[in-house]
């Protein structure tokens, strides 16, 4: 399953769906219609009339729109129900819309779908892909509760009311009260705040996950407030064991969604360095890994590569 770090690329494009989009062929099957299979309070199927209200929810709380066929790929179908199935164990973490695009070939043909299955984030009405194979069950919730960790660490926090329950007029917006602190300076932009925050709270508990990917992330951050890019890359490439230097541009990949890029630049620096140095990059690569998650594909091939430049 290939999973990426959250990011805000630009917004989509709604406009083919005020404007007639030309001849679509007619829905596969004879029209089918969305099947409701293992829907929870926390899913829907998609139709053109409420796609716009969909999209506009996720300024409050992230939506995971699934593209599915049932028709010209059965399983992506089978994707399509786990993830309905799912969505109801985060308690709104996530709205989960799914796409049939035999039944309104039109949205998929506005987001420029070019396969299925495909899972799209959407936060504030800017999408990014998330995964685009059909997956077990169980890897479908390992990877959404790594993505509801990255999003915390940027301060994303809201979450969705249960379908046909509408929130009260004047209430707030319920978050997980352990966390509040943290997400509140992300919110606000002080990181080192955050830090300590998230400290607190793997020190009391440090067995919590999402403290510990919190406090990753938040430290990745820290490290990063201010560097160039364009500087950094030079310096490192002016001093290869120079660890500060190589760290640096490990984190800026890693926060530019170059995972991979930053975990072999440190197992490289690890390979390449004895003593301290060797020691100082193994613990920074060891806080990237926790940054991403631990059962992340990448991380456990991370861990390999690690274990040999050690051994």
Do not use: C
């Not at 786990?82 to 309104?104: H, K, N, P, T």
């Not at 890359?233 to 640096?248: I, K, M, S």
């Amino acid at each position: 399953m290939t999973q990426q770090p959250f990011s805000r690329p630009g917004a989509i494009d709604l406009s083919a769906l005020k404007r007639p989009a030309g001849p679509t062929p007619p829905p596969a099957g004879g029209g089918a219609v969305p099947s409701g299979a293992g829907h929870s309070a926390y899913s829907l199927d998609i139709i053109e009339e409420n796609f716009q209200q969909v999209i506009e929810s996720s300024m409050t709380a992230p939506v995971l729109l699934v593209f599915f066929s049932r028709t010209q790929m059965p399983e992506s179908g089978h994707l399509a129900d786990d993830m309905a199935a799912v969505s109801g164990e985060f308690d709104g973490r996530y709205l989960v819309g799914l796409v049939d695009i035999d039944v309104v070939p039109q949205i998929a043909q506005a987001m420029q779908i070019q396969s299925i299955p495909l899972v799209v984030a959407v936060v504030d009405g800017r999408p990014m892909p998330l995964f685009q194979d059909v997956v077990p069950i169980d890897e479908l919730r390992t990877a959404l509760t790594q993505v509801g960790q990255q999003l915390t660490t940027q301060g994303i926090t809201g979450r969705h009311q249960p379908r046909g329950v509408a929130p009260v007029e004047g209430e707030e917006e319920q978050i997980d009260p352990r966390y509040a602190a943290a997400q509140d300076a992300l919110g606000e932009g002080d990181i080192d705040l955050a830090v300590a925050e998230y400290q607190k709270l793997v020190d009391a508990n440090p067995a919590d996950s999402e403290a510990v990917a919190g406090l990753a992330m938040a430290k990745v951050l820290q490290r990063t407030q201010g560097a160039d890019l364009n500087t950094a890359r030079a310096a490192a490439a002016a001093a290869p064991d120079d660890v500060d230097a190589q760290t640096l541009v490990a984190d800026l990949d890693l926060l530019g969604g170059h995972v991979e890029d930053a975990f072999i630049r440190l197992v490289n620096l690890v390979a390449r360095t004895s003593d301290a140095d060797r020691t100082q990059a193994r613990d920074h690569l060891l806080g990237l890994f926790a940054a991403v998650g631990n059962d992340d594909e990448r991380v456990l091939a991370g861990r390999r590569n690690l274990a040999s430049a050690l051994f």
